[in-house]
C-alpha cells in the first residue's frame, strides 16, 4: 500500500498514488492534475451514482469528469465504464456474472499462450528472440497444432477472434509470427514507464508483458506495434486484476488499433494525419500553407502524440487526466452494446437529438457530431487536440519556423506545460469551428 499524501481540503495528492523513483524525479514532466474537491469525480460520489440494483447515472459522472477528472483511488473502474466493458443500464448482478466469465476466457488465452511458450504467466520476460526471422523449420508441442474452439473465447467476450477453423500450416505460420514479436514486446516493457515505483517489481513488469503477448494472439491482423506498451501500462498499473485489466485494454485497442495497422505503403495513424490536415487547412488555411511551404504537409511531426495519445507530452498522471477527459467527452452510451453486438449496424441514435435526457448521456464531443448529423465519428477528439496545440503555437509557428526541424522543436517546447482540462476546451472549439466551417450534414 502506497503511502498516501493528503491535502488541507482533504483529497489525496495523485503523485502518491504513482511514485516516480528519486533519481527520476528530474527527469519526468511536472504533474500539473490536482483532485479538486466538488470539480473531481471522488470515490464518495462514484460510488452515490449506482442504484441500489446497479445501474449508473452515466449522465452526472461524465459532468463530473469533464469538470475535474477521477479521483486516483476509482480510476479502474471508472475507466472501465468509459471504455465500453460495462454498459451502465446493467445491475451489479450482471456486471458481477460478466466479470467472471471474462477471467475465465482470459485464463483460456493465456493458458493457450503458455502452451505455445511456457515463459508466459512464469514472472519471466522474454528480451532476445525465440526464432530467427528466416527459420522454417520450427517444431511445436502437438498441443498447438490446432486451437480447439473452447479455448477461444467467443463473440460475448468481445475480443477479435482467431479463425479456429484454420488449417495446421496456417495455424504454424500465426504461432510463428506470434514467437517473432514476443521478444520486440520484451524490449519495450522494459522501458516503459520506468521511473515508476511501481515497475521496480518484475512481477509487475511481467504482468505488462503477459498481456500484451496475449494480447498479440488474439490480435493476428495487428499483433504487436512499439507504442502498445505505453497505452496499456496505465491500465495495468491501475486495474489490480490481470484479466480486467486485458479485457479494458483490449477495449482501448478498439478504438486505436487501426493507427497501428501496417501495410507495404503505409502505417494506419496516417489517416489520422491526412485528417489533421484537412482540420487545419479548414480552419487556419494560413498555418495549413505555412505548414506545406515546410514541406511538412503530412504532418509527421503529429505522428507521436496520435499514436500513443499525448504519453511523451504529459507526466504520467497527467496523461491519466487527458484520457479519460477525452474519452468521457466522447462517451457513447450505446458503446457497449456496439462492442458486443456481432451487428455493426448499431450506431449513434439521431433519435437522440430529440431527447434531452438521452442526449446528456453522451459525451461533449459526440453530442456536437449527433447534432450534426454524423453518425460515425471518423475524426477523434485527438486529432482536434492536436490542432488545438497548433492553434496555440500559430504565431510561433508562423514566425519562427524555416524548416521542419524548426516545427518539432516548437511543439517539443509543450511537453510538460500543456494544461489537460484547457487543451480539451481548445479542441472543442476547434471542433465546433471545423463543424461549421465544413457544414458537415
Excluded at 452515490?48 to 476509482?74: C, M, N, W
Excluded at 486485458?246 to 487501426?258: K, P, Q, S
Aim: charged share 30%; aromatic share 10%.
Amino acid at each position: 500500500m502506497q503511502c498516501c499524501v493528503v491535502t488541507p481540503e482533504g483529497m489525496m495528492e495523485p503523485d502518491s498514488f504513482y511514485a516516480i523513483r528519486p533519481e527520476c524525479r528530474n527527469d519526468v514532466p511536472v504533474t500539473r492534475f490536482k483532485p479538486k474537491p466538488g470539480k473531481t469525480l471522488s470515490a464518495k460520489r462514484w460510488h452515490s451514482s449506482f442504484s441500489k440494483e446497479g445501474y449508473l447515472d452515466i449522465a452526472s459522472v461524465l459532468r463530473r469528469i469533464q469538470r475535474g477528472g477521477v479521483h486516483p483511488t476509482i480510476k479502474g473502474a471508472v475507466w472501465e465504464f468509459l471504455l465500453g466493458c460495462y454498459d451502465p443500464k446493467s445491475t451489479f448482478d450482471q456486471r458481477s456474472e460478466l466479470r467472471q466469465y471474462r477471467r475465465s476466457e482470459y485464463e483460456k488465452l493465456k493458458l493457450k499462450c503458455k502452451e505455445m511458450e511456457n515463459a508466459v504467466g512464469s514472472g519471466r520476460i522474454i528480451t532476445t528472440p525465440l526464432i530467427a526471422e528466416d527459420d522454417e523449420n520450427i517444431e511445436y508441442p502437438a498441443t498447438t497444432s490446432a486451437a480447439p474452439q473452447d479455448d477461444m473465447p467467443s463473440d460475448e467476450a468481445g475480443s477479435i477472434l482467431p479463425d479456429t477453423r484454420a488449417d495446421n500450416v496456417a495455424l504454424d505460420e500465426g504461432i510463428t509470427q506470434w514467437k517473432l514479436t514476443l521478444h520486440q514486446i520484451g524490449l519495450d516493457v522494459v522501458r516503459t514507464d520506468r521511473a515508476l515505483v511501481y515497475y521496480e517489481n518484475q512481477e509487475n513488469q511481467a504482468r505488462l508483458w503477459d498481456m500484451l503477448a496475449v494480447y498479440s494472439w488474439i490480435d493476428r491482423d495487428i499483433g504487436y506495434c512499439q507504442g502498445m506498451s505505453d497505452l496499456c501500462s496505465p491500465i495495468t498499473v491501475l486495474i489490480e486484476n490481470e484479466a480486467d485489466a486485458f479485457w479494458c485494454f483490449e477495449r482501448l485497442m478498439r478504438r486505436l488499433r487501426g493507427n497501428f495497422k501496417c501495410t507495404s505503403n503505409s502505417i494506419g495513424v496516417r489517416s489520422q494525419l491526412s485528417t489533421l490536415s484537412t482540420v487545419i487547412k479548414a480552419v487556419d488555411p494560413k498555418l495549413h500553407e505555412h505548414i506545406e511551404n515546410l514541406d511538412g504537409g503530412e504532418y509527421l511531426f503529429a505522428f507521436r502524440m496520435l499514436m500513443v495519445l499525448f504519453r511523451r507530452e504529459y507526466s504520467f498522471v497527467d496523461s491519466l487526466y487527458l484520457w479519460e477527459l477525452m474519452w468521457s467527452m466522447e462517451y457513447n452510451p450505446n458503446i457497449f452494446s456496439i462492442y458486443e453486438s456481432a451487428d455493426s449496424s448499431a450506431n449513434n441514435s439521431l433519435e437522440a437529438v430529440g431527447d434531452r435526457n438521452l442526449l446528456k448521456q453522451y459525451g461533449e464531443f459526440e453530442r456536437k457530431n449527433l447534432k450534426a448529423g454524423q453518425k460515425d465519428q471518423q475524426a477523434p477528439l485527438s486529432i482536434f487536440l492536436v490542432a488545438s496545440v497548433l492553434e496555440a503555437r500559430n504565431k510561433r509557428l508562423l514566425k519562427e519556423a524555416k524548416g521542419l526541424d524548426d516545427v518539432v522543436k516548437i511543439l517539443n517546447d509543450i511537453t510538460g506545460n500543456l494544461d489537460a482540462r484547457k487543451a480539451c476546451k481548445e479542441a472543442l472549439k476547434i471542433h465546433r469551428k471545423y463543424l461549421k466551417k465544413t457544414k458537415v450534414s
